[in-house]
């Protein structure tokens, strides 16, 4: 499978702990193209888990995209931007640049989620949230028919997400996939 974004884009990862975001974001997009809500909470607090950092750490993070998409730089925000409140945030910065937003959600098995979550080195959720957020995911997808954006792709296989290509397209290339 191949999903063409544009080129400059906002990419929204959209998806619980434990999807696959992150190791998609890092497979698919120079690593300055990626700003991480974990990264930025780690570097202020010592902690990529530490949720007193959240308010802080996605100021720094509306900072970093204004900035990147005044200049016209395709951006990942690896976030689980579960919230239809952010993603309208996000949306927001990137039109005022006119730059276009595209989502990529990982709709995979909740229990692939929690195992996964559970497999982790570094940053555990606690499985309670992880379930919450999968519950979520069920809601947000619903939300995502009707919000706007140049494409919707949602990812259902684990077993080819490591098969996916991420092109790069002009703002011809528009489209929704499933």
């Given at each position: 499978?191949?999903?063409?974004?544009?080129?400059?884009?906002?990419?929204?990862?959209?998806?619980?702990?434990?999807?696959?975001?992150?190791?998609?974001?890092?497979?698919?997009?120079?690593?300055?193209?990626?700003?991480?809500?974990?990264?930025?909470?780690?570097?202020?607090?010592?902690?990529?888990?530490?949720?007193?950092?959240?308010?802080?750490?996605?100021?720094?993070?509306?900072?970093?995209?204004?900035?990147?998409?005044?200049?016209?730089?395709?951006?990942?925000?690896?976030a689980t931007?579960?919230?239809?409140?952010?993603?309208?945030?996000?949306?927001?910065?990137?039109?005022?640049?006119?730059?276009?937003?595209?989502?990529?959600?990982?709709?995979?098995?909740?229990?692939?989620?929690?195992?996964?979550?559970?497999?982790?080195?570094?940053?555990?959720?606690?499985?309670?949230?992880?379930?919450?957020?999968?519950?979520?995911?069920?809601?947000?997808?619903?939300?995502?028919?009707?919000e706007e954006?140049?494409?919707?792709?949602?990812?259902?296989?684990?077993?080819?997400?490591?098969?996916?290509?991420?092109?790069?397209?002009?703002?011809?290339?528009?489209?929704?996939?499933?």
């Open positions: 499978m191949k999903l063409t974004i544009p080129d400059p884009a906002l990419v929204l990862l959209v998806g619980p702990a434990g999807a696959g975001k992150s190791t998609f974001a890092q497979a698919h997009f120079r690593p300055t193209e990626i700003i991480s809500s974990d990264a930025i909470r780690a570097m202020l607090a010592d902690d990529p888990a530490d949720q007193s950092a959240s308010a802080e750490a996605f100021q720094i993070l509306s900072i970093m995209l204004n900035g990147r998409l005044r200049r016209r730089l395709t951006t990942v925000v690896d931007n579960l919230r239809s409140a952010n993603r309208r945030r996000f949306a927001k910065i990137a039109g005022r640049h006119g730059v276009e937003v595209v989502v990529i959600a990982f709709d995979l098995p909740a229990q692939l989620y929690l195992a996964r979550n559970a497999g982790r080195t570094e940053r555990i959720v606690e499985k309670r949230v992880v379930a919450e957020q999968a519950e979520r995911m069920r809601l947000t997808l619903a939300d995502l028919v009707v954006y140049a494409a919707v792709h949602v990812l259902r296989e684990p077993d080819t997400l490591g098969l996916i290509q991420v092109g790069r397209g002009d703002r011809r290339e528009r489209g929704r996939e499933s």
